[in-house]
Structure formats: C-alpha cells, structure tokens
C-alpha cells in the first residue's frame, strides 16, 4: 500500500503502524442447473462483484443490498430450481 493510503490507520509494526488493509470482496451470482455429478453451475455472465475497503460492518450491508438489487428473496417460479 502507498503511505498515503495507510495514514491514521493502526498496524500490527512495532511503531504501531499499517503496511497492508484488508479489503472485502463479494460476489452475487444466479444458479438454476446441476452438472452431471450434482455441483451447482452458475448461469452464465450472471456474477457481479462488490468490493470495499470499509469495515465489515459497512461492508456487508453493501453485498446485501447488491444481492436484493439482484433477486435474493423474490418468489420463484412453482417448479423452478432452489
């Protein structure tokens, strides 16, 4: 990370200060068939990504609301994959 990027932040160094952040990453995806053996496949070109350098509390708010954005809850159809 560039120094200005690590300033204010606490580290585990001697002195106290950062050399690296943690970043989140998540990932929404749809899935509506099995292969062969029974492993879910993801529907195709279906992912996106969301990413964060806030905390986790912040963070996971955000995935969430990627995931409702794209259908997590919504009624599916009688008959369709789970």
Excluded: N, W
């Amino acid at each position: 990370m560039r120094p200005k990027e690590l300033a204010g932040r606490a580290g585990k160094q001697p002195d106290g200060t950062a050399k690296t952040r943690q970043v989140y990453l998540g990932c929404v995806f749809t899935q509506h068939r099995t292969d062969e053996t029974g492993h879910p496949v993801r529907d195709y070109e279906s992912t996106s990504y969301v990413s964060s350098f806030k905390s986790i509390a912040e963070f996971g708010p955000t995935l969430r609301q990627e995931a409702l954005r794209r259908g997590l809850g919504q009624r599916r159809p009688s008959g369709g994959a789970h």
